[in-house]
């Protein structure tokens, strides 16, 4: 089945500082997400990035589907924007998706 | 905004016990998800569903059932709850199979003695 790794599996910064975090995957993935979940909350989408750049706000997600790569950008971190982040990319014919054992992020002041 | 809810928001079981977790989604969504979080794992799929009465298999089934008895409900059952049943779990709904948006409920965290 898709087997998705993230790294770093931590990171911590300084508000204002950028963060970049990686997304592999083992399978063509046609349906790249990412996700946040706040400290102690629950998911929200972020960004869907089958392929390209994509952008919203602060973020930026960049998947080369040949590559089996996504990439999320993060401008001028705040102290908000702490969680874990997730990527998920979908198994076989595309009804699961299989996710990453996320990204934790811990913006400090 | 899809609204999914989750019940309850907390519970303790003993080992053997029987238990059951609720999901409702109120945007008429026909995919229903039951995921379970644990530290060093992620989110991994048990069961999901595309419509009132189906059920499909996720990743991690073994030790649970569940049922979509109608659009909007989706239940997770563990009959004979074990201490590896101990996890946070999300339910979530969208409206086609890996859509672009997946709404998730607050989770249901539950501790199996």
């Known amino acids: 089945g898709q087997q998705v790794q993230q790294s770093p599996a931590s990171l911590v910064l300084q508000e204002g500082e950028n963060a970049e975090l990686q997304c592999n995957f083992s399978?063509?993935?046609?349906?790249l997400q990412w996700f946040y979940q706040r400290p102690g909350g629950s998911l929200v989408s972020l960004l869907y990035n089958p392929s390209g750049t994509k952008h919203t706000g602060r973020l930026t997600s960049t998947t080369v589907t040949k590559e089996r790569r996504s990439s999320l950008h993060i401008s001028s971190s705040q102290i908000t924007d702490s969680g874990t982040y997730f990527c998920a990319s979908p198994q076989g014919t595309g009804s699961k998706l299989s996710f990453g054992k996320g990204a934790k992020l811990t913006v400090s002041p | 905004e899809a609204a999914v809810t989750q019940s309850p928001r907390n519970k303790v079981t003993v080992t053997g016990g029987n238990v059951t977790l609720s999901c409702r989604q109120t945007n008429s969504h026909n995919y229903m998800y039951w995921y379970r979080q644990d530290t060093g794992h992620g989110l991994r799929l048990i069961h999901y569903?595309?419509?009132?009465?189906?059920?499909q298999i996720g990743d991690v089934p073994d030790g649970y059932k569940a049922t979509r008895t109608t659009q909007e409900d989706f239940f997770l059952l563990l009959e004979l709850a074990s201490p590896s049943q101990t996890s946070l779990y999300f339910c979530a709904s969208s409206d086609a199979p890996c859509a672009e948006t997946l709404y998730f409920g607050s989770g249901t965290r539950l501790t199996v003695l």
């Open positions: 399978s063509t993935a046609t349906q």
């Open positions: 569903s595309y419509g009132a009465g189906n059920l």
